[in-house]
């Protein structure tokens, strides 16, 4: 059950680049597994980015599994801090 | 407590408009004629009220200021301050000063501006030197009062924003998170929610499509439009919305607004609501309009989340107090009842001239239809002087609660028959008097909780107001459970004033009557809510001046009821015609109960027997002294009057009247039981009789009689009417 994947996020996470990166995501998505993905290489990040990540995260739930968002850029960072997420995406106390 | 405070207010400034008019009048009265007693007076009341009055809407520049006028036109009266054109010409500005910041808190500003406060200062210190004692206090508690009204000025505000950005946003290159990141150099996000909810499941997700939603507090020194200009671009198809965290601000700001017709132009000008967010209500409202019928622009704002439901009810209520406004102006003219009296009388005119018609003429379908018309004309051209009194014994609430606290007494009003109707111009002039009474009954009548209580009675005293209508008049009541007028301390003072002989025997009433008396006060200590000298007998003189009568009803330690009857004073009346001898005349139709056959055989008797009670009965051809034959089946018509009935023997009965008073001379005008006279269809002149001093002067006249030799002859019936009878 409990089967683990990794993946590693380079480069924008955009709407330039979104197209391509979120079936490349959620690919990697499968029955009860958990999936990491590593931000670390992110070098820009806006909503249409946010958006995929949020979607990994349910889709892997959905399947059982769970997606876990390990090592956050700084740009990455920048992104969720203004939404008052922490780099798991999850809220920073006080939102929903 | 139910208390309109808006409608209070509009009536003070009606009010306070027409004190400040007779004021004026009077000052320049006063300069032509600088020892007319009677106009000092005047003034002095005037201020007198005015003072009182402001006070109970706590506008306490209007209090300080007036005050220091009154005191001063006080020492005039008492004759220790000399009326001089200099002290005209300062008092005249005053009322202008007064007048300006009437109208202001008529636009809905309780302060003076400083302009104001400046301005009184120097006309305090030009009354000054006219006082024979300086009084400044006055004009500091003004100067102070004015640096109050100061702005606050603008902190950061707490906004929420709900931004549901378009599908689209993204593909156009619009980015919600750097619209949200420009958003933190406006000020700080205090909170913020990200709202995936409409995210569908992988296989259905475009990534370039936006799905997410946000929700955030930002509080920000930012002016909402700047907000708002932040999410310009995405503004098509986006649906954001900017709403005020406390509206209590904004509420406040439209408070203090000037008047706006349009609740858009409150809104916008609150800061509340951009002119981008109204036009976008207005065209959700047309759409709405066109697919499910009308809906309030308010309802837009709130359901669209545009405005907070507290905002846009202080926006709309103040639209409301700006219609009610101006409808002072434009939709009800104060209209002089001069003007309104010369309609009436032209309605009077066609009435007569058309009763003229249909005696000549054969009764045709039109001229029912006309008969119908100026019958509804003249209702409408009478209802046009009727308003309820309700309004006026309403305003006393404030007066009742405002002199308990400041007596520390605990009373209940109440008020019943607000609906009874009235002229108007009995209404204005009535509610003064009225005031009156309801202060000296929770000054003097109703004692204090504890005094209550050792009595036995509940600690909260009751005074209630009740209008009614009864046989033509208007019947005001004000009663309280107090501890009732003090018969032997009344006399005891009518005695000493040299009133009423000492060892007289009176009745209840007639000492009761003697607190109307000029200068009578019982009251040990003057308080200052009545003293001054306005007191009871100017009510009895006003009640007097409107035609109307004034009793007291006591219960010693149990209460008092002052009762002020007043006519109606309408200018048309359903009459009943009769005919005695060869003239007519009108018996008011309300006062008639029943018309009786004149019982054969008893001609010389003054009274008959009604089903069993004695009718006294007054015969109109004696009393007006009209010879000719007497008809042979006379006829009784029975009136009633204060409970009282009495039949008045006539010849014919003519059936009921439209009536036109028209006032008799100036010749006639001692004339008691006549109050007017009319023009008949056919030209004639019918007099119109007023039964009630009829009965009392004819029952006076019967006691003297009796009293007398015993054998009273008809001529001497006759001085009641001293003169000869018109036809």
Redesign the interface.
Known sequence: MSQTRAVDLDGEL??QT??E???RL?AV?DKNTTVRVGLTGVTE????G???L???R??AE?LGGAAEFLDASEPVRE?LA????DAGLR?IA??? | MAFDADEALDIFITEARELLESFEEGLLQLEADPDDAETINAIFRSAHTLKGSSGLFGLNHLVGFAHVVETLLGHVREGTVRVTPELISVLLPCADHITRFVEGVAEGRPEPSPGEAAEAEALLARLAPFEPGAAPAAAAAVSAASDAADQEPDGPRGWYLRLR?GPDC??N?M????L??YL?SLGT?D??????SA?P??SD?D??T???A?EAELSTEAPKSEIESVFDFVRDDSDIRITPLDSGEFVGRIESMPDRDRIGDVLQESGAVTPGEIDEALRIQRERTRDSGPVPIGQVLIEEGIAPSAVVEAALSKQRRTADTRSGDTQTIRIDAGRLDRLIDLVGELVIAQAGISVNDHLSEAQGEVTRLIDEVRHSALALRMVPIGMTLRRFERVVRDVCVTLGKEVHLTITGGDAEMDKALVERISDPLLHLVRNSLDHGIESPSDRVEAGKPAQGQLRLNAYHDAGNIVIEVSDDGRGLDRDRILAKAVDRGLVAAGATLTDHEVYDLIFEPGFSTAEKISNLSGRGVGMDVVRRNVAALRGSIEVDSVRGQGATIRIRLPLTLAIIDGFLVGVGGSSFIVPLDRVTECVEFPTGNRDRDHMNLRGEVLPFIRLNNLFGLDGDVARRQSVVVVEQSGQRTGLVVDALLGEFQTVIKPLGPLFSSLKCVSGSTILGNGDVALILDVGPLVTEYADLERVRHAGTGNGHPSRRRPVLAGQPVT
């Open positions: 955009t709407i979104a197209a990166q979120c079936p959620l998505l990040m806006d909503t249409a946010l958006q995929i949020l979607a990994v349910r889709e959905r992104a203004i939404l008052h997420l809220p006080g939102g929903r | 950005f993204l593909r290159g980015d919600p998170l750097s949200l990141r933190t996000i909170r913020i929610a990200v709202d995936d995210l499941e992988a997700l990534p370039e936006n799905y997410l946000f």
